[in-house]
């Protein structure tokens, strides 16, 4: 198998002006792929809303708690279901690369958004496993019907939900393999319905939006910026 793979590699051997001639025939079609990502992001923050009516409860680092602390006293909350269970002999793999993946939280912050992980496993073996991977994301249990309610039953996936006021509404589900590209900031708010909120994305009329760039900062930097 290695034989043949470098005799293949070999067959496509160029010079610079074939690689780079290669290269613009490439490129072409990645641009397209990132205008394609563009208009399903803009389909994204176009879909309807569920509203959300149970009680939802979780427990957290700091006891108990509903939907709604989850928010963080943010306008949009990204949620991912962690499939660590009670007393698990073998976390998932899959969900903890995602783990590994996850941006700073404070670029994500910065666009009025929160991020944490839920699971079914007790908040001290949640926290203990956490420690193991050396991860700081807020991260719940979830006991009741929540994970089932929203697409997520023995499984992975991504919920997005927005908050007005005490009022909460879902407003995106994906799961499989939607899941490989998530690691990025940009990745996350295009999950949302606010997206990005600069100024070159197609959005709902209203939606907050500021000249792209400028609204970056380190992570550090956000509050006194």
Request: aromatic share 12%; with cysteine.
């Amino acid at each position: 198998m290695a034989t043949r793979w470098i005799d293949e590699v070999e067959r496509r051997i160029a010079d610079a002006d074939g690689f780079e001639r290669a290269r613009q025939s490439l490129l072409e079609q990645e641009k397209a792929h990132t205008r394609a990502g563009d208009r399903i992001a803009a389909a994204r923050r176009r879909l309807p809303w569920v509203p959300v009516t149970r009680d939802y409860r979780f427990e957290g680092a700091d006891g108990a708690c509903g939907l709604v602390d989850l928010f963080d006293g943010r306008r949009q909350l990204i949620v991912y279901h962690h499939m660590l269970r009670p007393a698990d002999p073998a976390p998932c793999t899959g969900c903890s690369m995602v783990g590994d993946q996850i941006p700073h939280l404070a670029h994500l912050h910065a666009r009025d958004t929160s991020l944490v992980f839920v699971s079914r496993a007790p908040i001290t073996e949640i926290a203990a496993f956490r420690d193991r991977m050396g991860w700081a994301m807020p991260w719940y249990t979830t006991q009741d019907s929540f994970n089932a309610d929203h697409g997520v039953d023995g499984g992975f996936g991504v919920n997005v939900f927005y908050r007005d006021g005490d009022d909460v509404f879902r407003t995106y589900f994906t799961t499989a393999r939607a899941a490989e590209s998530l690691g990025t900031v940009w990745s996350f708010l295009d999950l949302t319905p606010l997206g990005r909120q600069e100024k070159w994305e197609d959005a709902p009329e209203g939606s907050p939006q500021t000249p792209p760039y400028r609204w970056w900062r380190l992570h550090d930097e956000y509050e006194a910026g």
